[in-house]
């Protein structure tokens, strides 16, 4: 039984520590689900994410929303000092590749239907000419008129 129950604690303590601590943006009218339980950053625990360069960094975001949208677009940068600077090679480029059904295992594209719930997953690599730096990673997914979602999360770039 106390084999059970730790087994149990320990399974309740990892879930409870994969989410990534992440903030609404303070422009954007989207808002996560549940801040706490919508966004997983590989490497990002619950203070500052470490992107180390030559790397990969797995997103997952839950998506819900509030109307339709027939494309999506990234909006993936790098905030240092107050100066937004794009990621290079994600910035403006088309999520819809990387949209799957709510439990995320089948690719669905878009268009994206108001209420339905979705996964965005993408992994990005940390180029190697990315300077060793502290930053806010801002990263929305959207259209022309507004974000399905948009967040922000410190990080620091390490070699």
Known sequence: MKTVTYFAILGAVVLATSASIVKNCAKSKSHLLDEE????????????????????????????????????????????????????????????PHIYDAEGKNVVGCPLKAGETYIYRNSFKILPVYPTVSLVVHWGLGDSNDDVVCFEVPAKIKA
């Open 37 to 96: 339980n919508d966004v997983n950053i590989s490497n990002c625990p619950k203070n500052k994410c470490s992107l180390k360069r030559n790397t990969d960094t797995v997103v997952e975001i839950k998506l819900k929303p509030k109307r339709d949208f027939k494309e999506l677009n990234s909006d993936i940068q790098g905030i240092i000092l107050d100066v937004p600077i794009p990621f290079l090679g994600y910035y403006g480029t088309s999520a819809c």
